[in-house]
């Protein structure tokens, strides 16, 4: 059973930095698609980066491309999300969810993404 926990929410300044980071379990041996999603007040839930494990690759949502980073650490099965020059309209619920797929659906099958964490809050203030 995959689990998935997230962590490093909070509040800062426009233009500031945070790292989410998603605590994993459950998944070693197989290919799956990580991925970082978030939902704000009012709005659809949207995917911002993803990782495939099985080659290591990211693919990131336009309107993060350049500030935000998505990596895994294997030793700590944890996934990140560094979130560098954070605008207020990055404000939201930010849940980490992975899905057993092969590399082309990651990040275009949200259906795939069976497993899902709580979500960690970010506020950004301007």
């Known amino acids: 059973q995959v689990q998935l926990a997230e962590s490093g929410g909070g509040s800062v300044q426009a233009g500031g930095s945070l790292r989410l980071s998603c605590a994993t379990s459950g998944y070693t041996g197989s290919t799956y698609c990580l991925g970082w999603f978030r939902q704000a007040p009012g709005k659809e839930r949207e995917g911002v980066a993803y990782?495939?494990?099985?080659?290591?690759?990211?693919h990131y949502a336009d309107s993060v491309k350049g500030r935000f980073t998505i990596s895994q650490d294997n030793a700590k099965n944890t996934l990140y999300l560094q979130m560098n020059s954070l605008k207020p309209e990055d404000t939201a619920m930010y849940y980490c969810?992975?899905?057993?797929?092969?590399?082309?659906?990651?990040?275009?099958?949200?259906?795939?993404?069976?497993?899902w964490g709580k979500g960690t809050l970010v506020t950004i203030s301007s």
């Open positions: 990782f495939y494990t099985g080659y290591g690759t990211t």
């Open positions: 969810a992975a899905g057993l797929m092969d590399w082309p659906r990651c990040g275009r099958d949200y259906y795939g993404m069976n497993y």
